[in-house]
């Protein structure tokens, strides 16, 4: 049931903005929009989160579109290091708790 | 440093034999969480904990069973029952707080041989 749409795959240029779509035409008003990225057999790195204002931190921003039906993760300059999947995700409530509900993810590939 | 650590990082299990998997965090985080990731898919939720002594089912319970005795620990035992248990596990936790995110452990890799 997860409540996300992304790409599979993308590839950037070293040092070059990686920008990575995701589409979550079914939030509810109170869901909040995360992102996190695993590098292969590591446990999801926290990136950032937002409910509808844009955020941005020391790894990326994160733009969400006025409706709310769609949000861009953006690394401002992607390096090597960067290249990972990562996962929009929408925090659902679920039997009075919140849960995290996974997609597929997009791996992102950084070229040199 | 505060963290999320899940032990053993690589489990060998016999068809027939339960295996219990640690998490404990330092956090001081009321919520605590396990996943199960497959190869090449997204985290399941299997078990959830919102306080000591309470804990719920997600969206792949069977064969799985928990406890919450203690704020900082929240063991996984994957039984006899789950038919397919050789899968990535990893264990989260979070506060109340809507301004952080959920921590994640390293994970634990479960093969049955």
């Known amino acids: ?112 | 440093d505060g963290g999320i650590t899940q032990s053993p990082k690589y489990l060998f299990r016999k068809e027939g034999q339960n295996v219990t998997l640690s998490c404990e965090q330092n956090l001081n985080h009321d919520a605590m969480y396990w996943y199960r990731q497959d190869p090449g898919q997204g985290l399941r939720l299997i078990y959830y904990s919102q306080i000591v002594n309470d804990f719920q089912k997600g969206d792949i319970a069977e064969g799985y069973s928990v406890s919450r005795e203690k704020k900082e620990s929240f063991p996984l035992t994957v039984t006899s029952a789950q038919k397919n248990p050789t899968a990535f596990y990893l264990c989260a936790s979070k506060n109340w707080s809507p301004n952080y995110g959920y921590t994640f452990g390293s994970g634990t890799r479960l093969t049955v041989v």
């Not at chain 1, 929009?33 to 926290?46: F, K, L």
């Not at chain 1, 994160?62 to 990562?86: F, G, M, N, Q, W």
């Open chain 1, 1 to 112: 049931d997860a409540k996300t749409t992304q790409p599979p795959s993308m590839d950037c240029a070293e040092g070059r903005a990686a920008n990575l779509p995701c589409n979550h035409s079914t939030i509810s008003g109170n869901e909040y929009v995360y992102w996190y990225r695993q590098i292969h057999s590591q446990g999801p790195q926290y990136i950032i989160h937002g409910l509808k204002n844009n955020e941005t931190n020391e790894m990326a921003s994160l733009i969400i579109t006025e409706d709310r039906k769609s949000s861009t993760l953006i690394l401002p300059h992607a390096t090597l290091r960067d290249t990972a999947v990562y996962y929009c995700i929408v925090r659902v409530d679920f039997q009075g708790a919140q849960k995290l509900v996974f997609g597929q993810g997009t791996r992102l590939t950084i070229n040199p």
